[in-house]
T-cell receptor, first 110, second 115 residues
Framework: QQQVKQSPQSLIVQKGGISIINCAYE??????FPWYQQFPGKGPALLIA?????SEKKEGRFTISFNKSAKQFSLHIMDSQPGDSATYFC?????????FGAGTTVTVRA | DVKVTQSSRYLVKRTGEKVFLECVQD?????MFWYRQDPGLGLRLIYF???????EKGDIPEGYSVSREKKERFSLILESASTNQTSMYLC??????????????FGPGTRLTVL
């Protein structure tokens, strides 16, 4: 069964809007929470990652919020742009393995 | 730039055939991974290797085997392909660091269709 649950499956946002993707996990051994971005025809690429000792990490327009007690984390894409249209995967890691969520397809309308 | 290459972008095979998927990385990474990607299921780990000739099962190893004879090359083998193995296969690599996570670098994927 999926160790990391991701929602929504897809979302459409207007240019300049905010995209929010949520993930939840059960395994408290997870200690690394990356987000990967995948464009059609390409492999996923690391976008941003957080460790559980911080509650938020921001890189440009992308922010991860992390709630250790709730075992949830989310990706916020601010000022969404058409170039952000892609599939986003959350993941959680222990040792050197990652467990991925099912993915969210984000479409940004111009 | 790290480069992970996969031998084929598209592959069509018949049920029962033995299939080899090859992956090569050029950054001297110790860790290499094979995933399959299916709609609605995300990426699922099939096998990974943390050193030459070393391998460990991932979450869905049934029907697959792997080989790592050289550090830069990691092969996924479908001993007898079945239609339920039709999928996108992704290879990834990362540097080592026990207990420390590093970015995984992915290849472009091989879309395998088993007829």
């Amino acid at each position: 069964q999926q160790q990391v649950k991701q929602s929504p499956q897809s979302l459409i946002v207007q240019k300049g809007g905010i995209s929010i993707i949520n993930c939840a996990y059960e395994n408290t051994a997870f200690d690394y929470f990356p987000w990967y971005q995948q464009f059609p025809g390409k492999g996923p690429a690391l976008l941003i990652a957080i460790r559980p000792d911080v509650s938020e990490k921001k890189e440009g327009r992308f922010t991860i919020s992390f709630n250790k007690s709730a075992k949830q984390f989310s990706l916020h894409i601010m000022d969404s742009q058409p170039g952000d249209s892609a599939t986003y995967f959350c993941a959680a890691g222990d040792d050197y393995k990652l467990s991925f969520g099912a993915g969210t397809t984000v479409t940004v309308r111009a | 730039d790290v480069k992970v290459t996969q031998s084929s972008r598209y592959l069509v095979k018949r049920t029962g055939e033995k299939v080899f998927l090859e992956c090569v990385q050029d950054m001297d990474h110790e860790n290499m991974f094979w995933y399959r990607q299916d709609p609605g299921l995300g990426l699922r780990l099939i096998y990974f290797s943390y050193d030459v000739k070393m391998k460990e099962k991932g979450d869905i190893p049934e029907g697959y085997s792997v080989s790592r004879e050289k550090k830069e090359r990691f092969s996924l083998i479908l001993e007898s392909a079945s239609t339920n193995q039709t999928s996108m296969y992704l290879c990834a690599s990362s540097p080592s660091g026990l207990g420390v996570h590093h970015e995984q670098f992915f290849g472009p994927g091989t879309r395998l269709t088993v007829l």
